[in-house]
């Protein structure tokens, strides 16, 4: 399984899945779950900054498709 975002997870059933996952019913070991928290981190998402409101309304105007129905309806 050389790339993971390839693999056709859908197609396979339930218990070859878990096993090429390495795991189980029952979920992952302790130990497992733990070293892949090693391996890959917290799951958390990405902080991002927050824009001005100003920013987001100008925002929409870069879209071409916004400005053509923005100049049709005048």
Excluded at 15 to 44: F, I, K, M, P, V
Excluded at 67 to 73: G, N
Aim: glycine share 6%; net charge neutral.
């Amino acid at each position: 399984m050389s790339n993971q975002r390839d693999f056709p997870y859908w197609n396979m059933p339930a218990e070859t899945l878990l096993h090429t996952l390495g795991s189980d019913q029952a979920g992952l070991t302790t130990d497992a779950a733990q070293q892949r928290l090693l391996d890959h981190g917290l799951n958390q998402l990405k902080a991002t900054t927050q824009r001005a409101a100003w920013q987001l309304f100008f925002g929409q105007f870069k879209n071409p498709i916004v400005l053509i129905l923005l100049f049709a309806t005048a």
